[in-house]
Structures are given as C-alpha cells and as structure tokens.
C-alpha cells in the first residue's frame, strides 16, 4: 500500500485538530474529492501557507 507523504504537515494537523477534508474544501471553494486529489502532490509553499491558515481559522471558529 502506498504510503501518504504528501503535505503531510496539513494532514497531521488536520488529523490533530479533528478537521474534516469537506470543511477545508469549503473554504477553498472546491468540492472534498478535488481537495483529496490535490492533497496527493505536495502545495508549493504559498498554497500549503493558505490551507494551513484555513485550518487554523476553521479550529478557533469550532472552539468558540
């Protein structure tokens, strides 16, 4: 099975904030699947900023 190396900093703190692949999509304005494919390539650096401050913002919105 292949092993998922790829972005990884985003899936581990996707994984450690419990944030779902839809709920980042959403804010990107792509579908899950698209955002999944995506995540198989590793983001240049300004992408993998964006998505991580997404996530951020996702985290302390679900902590309010």
Do not use: C, H, P
Not at 19 to 41: C, Q
């Amino acid at each position: 099975m292949m092993q998922l190396t790829s972005n990884k900093e985003i899936r581990e703190k996707m994984q450690r904030s419990r944030i779902k692949y839809w709920e980042v999509a959403l804010a990107l304005g792509i579908t899950d699947g698209t955002f999944s494919r995506k995540l198989r390539k590793e983001f240049s650096e300004e992408d993998k900023k964006r998505v991580l401050q997404i996530i951020d913002q996702i985290s302390r919105e679900s902590n309010v």
